[in-house]
């Protein structure tokens, strides 16, 4: 993370006001500001103190269990070499299994770093919203690893569909609170989280889940992130001796696709790929694809692209995945998205059901329904790539969590 | 002063676009020697007929200036009371463009009571800002908060609301810093409005004593009115913010008695009104009554 970006670089974001081009900034209630500016000046000294970064890479590496291992997935592999239907088609897959982090996704790395942020800056208390309950997890374990009071926020809906890890968080010591107001998702818990923080700015510090939220959260989740894509790089240059054709990643806020993006962001062979939460199609009212079919404005403390009426009122996301169920997505995002640098599409919860079988049997692998989102456009696209095509996928989550959201859509009863 | 037909282009609509009518109230009270009674109430909450009679009855109850709110999906700076005032709001057929409506019906008859627009960002930026400064002065609203908008990212709205002779009043908080405080001072017109805790409307108040340190605190720095809100509920607290400051601001208190005046579903009853009404009327009581000591 201490790499010096090329002067006509895409990495180079975000400015000084905490922009990446239009997107980002600080849309925050004045009582916020104080804390948030502390937040930054605190992170600004973290990310250049070297026992700082020693200590968070002692972490990842014996209680995380980083690197996590690059994998050549020969079934999937022979599987779209079948589809495609040609001799000379079907690119080679390969998942960054983020799934075998210490609490089973990649939210951990993040996680770990704004827990020491927090612990110098001498917050003793911690909160955080969560949607699948992944983020909620890793802020709990975190939290009992250095002793620190944890409260997350969770929308009802997901405290429902999420139970397994619900169940999790408290016997790490969090305490849940459901969230009632709207649909009562993730975007309902990232409120009631602000309005704790306005509450509590003094003992608490505020442990965002992605790249999203007031500068400078999009940009120090991201860096801690980018261990994902570091570790990638180094990985498919010793395995192939080259760099990938294409990356993919499933987007909620959108840290474990900035993660994997960013260090490839200046490779112009590199083409990259969001994948939205399709929901119920991308022309029905039911989906989460706020760049597809949103247009851009500021909630969450920042400017960026968002599902919302025609009166600027915030509109739900619908997915299958209550990781992705979110109607916004991180600024940066959005402006990759302008900038054309990152090609977002979509898939929909059908599209993700299968891929997540299709994973569970022919890798011996059961995704998160967030992940199976990126899978199903590594298979609707390494059918497409040539034989010697390289496309990376970053398996962010393990499908533990969703066995029984999984069961109840094939009508089967746990 | 009536209302001219000068709308914008094309609008045909009266236009009540008039200037200084906070300035004007606030030095009124000055001279009788008190502060101001702020009530404040979602737009369309709970239904459109209803909240424009509230906003029409508030100057006759008491109420020296009106903030109006505009519903938002996702108010993340308010408590219960509001977000729900707002949810029915919306479920009401509330919006940006609904409030501005309801205050260019409320200036047909009122041309004095200056009223302010408070709410979040989005649906202003979804008006689309330009347009957004045009027809609300034209509307004839006076001043507008926005709770997330701090002084940083501000320009993109102060710039067209002050050619609009909008005044963009700034939210003050007890985290903000004797440092910050000219930055958030610098640009604000009409009044400061000083949030008492450190926390969410409808929730806890502001000691006494808290605010009698942290006005005189932010004196030093200007010279606007101060108004106080919230955590602001009762007469007693409405009086004391008011000699304390200059001005108080009460909202989840009287949208918890509107809440509390609805039927089974949500729809107003006969009484709705008058309970509210008659709230502002004991505030105002209790903030004309007392009298700021020189
Ligand atoms: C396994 C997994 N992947 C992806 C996501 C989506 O979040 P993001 O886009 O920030 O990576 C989540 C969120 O909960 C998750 O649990």
């Known amino acids: 993370m ?97 799934e075998l982090n210490h609490t089973g996704a990649h939210k951990i790395n993040a996680v770990l770093g704004q827990i020491l942020l927090a612990k110098r800056m001498g917050k003793p208390r911690i909160i955080a919203e969560t949607g699948a309950g992944q983020h909620g997890v890793a802020t709990a374990t975190a939290c009992a690893l250095f002793g620190l009071k944890c409260i997350v926020y969770m929308g009802a809906t997901d405290v429902e569909r999420q139970a397994p890890n619900v169940f999790r968080m408290k016997l790490l010591g969090a305490e849940v609170r459901p969230v009632t107001s709207g649909a009562g998702t993730l975007k309902d818990a990232m409120n009631d989280a602000m309005r704790d923080w306005v509450a509590n700015v003094a003992d608490t510090y505020y442990c965002i889940g992605t790249v999203a939220g007031p500068a400078p959260f999009p940009q120090m989740v991201r860096d801690f992130q980018c261990v994902i894509g570091e570790e990638t790089r180094e990985q498919i240059l010793a395995a192939e001796g080259r760099l990938p054709d294409a990356l993919v990643c499933a987007v909620g806020g959108g840290s474990s696709a900035m993660g994997l993006f960013h260090p490839f962001l200046d490779d112009e062979g590199v083409a990259i790929y969001g994948v939205e939460a399709a929901g119920r199609g991308m022309d029905t009212p039911e989906h989460a694809a706020s760049l597809n079919r949103g247009r851009p404005g500021v909630l969450h403390g920042n400017r960026t692209y968002l599902l919302q009426n025609g009166d600027g009122q915030i509109q739900e996301a619908h997915s299958i995945s209550a990781g992705l169920d979110y109607p916004g997505i991180g600024p940066e995002h959005s402006w990759l998205h302008e900038i054309g640098r990152v090609t977002y599409v979509g898939a929909t919860d059908g599209e993700a059901l299968d891929a997540f079988q299709l994973c569970s049997r022919l890798e011996g692998i059961i995704p998160a329904l967030e992940s199976a989102h990126g899978l199903a456009q590594v298979l609707k696209l390494a059918p497409t790539m040539d034989r010697d095509g390289i496309i990376i996928l970053n398996l962010s989550g393990r499908g533990d969590k969703d066995i029984f959201t999984v069961a109840k859509h094939l009508g089967e009863q746990l | 002063m009536s209302p001219s037909d000068s709308g914008p282009p094309g609008s045909g609509r009266d236009c009540f676009d008039r200037r200084g009518r906070i300035a004007a109230r606030f030095a009124q009270l000055k001279a009788e020697g008190r502060g101001a009674l702020m009530p404040y109430l979602e737009a369309y909450d709970p239904d459109p007929a209803t909240s424009m009679a509230l906003l029409r009855g508030l100057p006759g109850a008491g109420a020296d200036l009106i903030e109006l709110g505009v519903p938002f999906s996702d108010p993340m700076a308010d408590g219960p009371t509001i977000q729900l005032a707002a949810q029915r709001a ?96 610098e640009g604000t017109s009409g009044f400061i409005y000083y949030v008492a805790i450190a926390g969410i409307t409808g929730t806890r108040s502001a000691t006494r004593d808290a605010l009698a340190e942290a006005i005189p605190r932010l004196r030093r720095h200007t010279d606007l009115p101060i108004a106080i809100g919230f955590g602001v509920r009762s007469p007693q607290q409405a009086a004391e913010a008011a000699q304390v400051a200059d001005g108080a601001v009460v909202a989840s208190a009287l949208i918890d008695t509107l809440a509390q005046s609805l039927d089974e579903r949500g729809r107003a009853r006969p009484e709705t009104l008058r309970r509210v009404l008659d709230q502002v009327r004991g505030l105002a009581d209790a903030v004309r009554g007392a009298r700021v000591s020189a």
């Open chain 1, 2 to 98: 201490n790499q010096q970006p090329l002067p006509n670089s895409l990495r180079q974001g975000p400015d000084l006001r905490g922009r990446f081009g239009e997107f980002g900034g600080r849309y925050v209630a004045e009582t916020l500001m104080p804390v948030i500016q502390e937040v930054e000046q605190a992170y600004n000294a973290a990310r250049n103190d070297p026992a700082f970064l020693a200590e968070w890479r002692r972490l990842l590496k014996d209680y995380v269990g980083r690197p996590s291992p690059l994998w050549l997935c020969e079934r999937l592999t022979e599987h779209c070499r079948a589809a495609s239907g040609q001799p000379d088609k079907g690119a080679k897959i390969y998942f960054k299994r983020e």
């Open chain 2, 90 to 185: 919306l479920k009401a057929g509330g919006s940006l463009a609904g409030a501005l409506a309801m205050v260019r019906d409320f200036r047909r008859a009122d041309d004095d009571t200056p009223v302010v627009l408070m709410g979040y960002l989005n649906p202003i930026l979804s008006y689309g800002i330009d347009s957004f400064c045009t027809e609300a002065a034209c509307s004839g609203v006076d001043g507008l908060i926005v709770v997330d908008l701090p002084p940083e990212e501000a320009d993109e709205l102060a710039i067209p609301a002050r050619e609009q002779g909008l005044d963009l009043i700034r939210l003050v908080a007890p985290t903000t810093d004797e440092a910050r405080l000219p930055k958030v001072l």
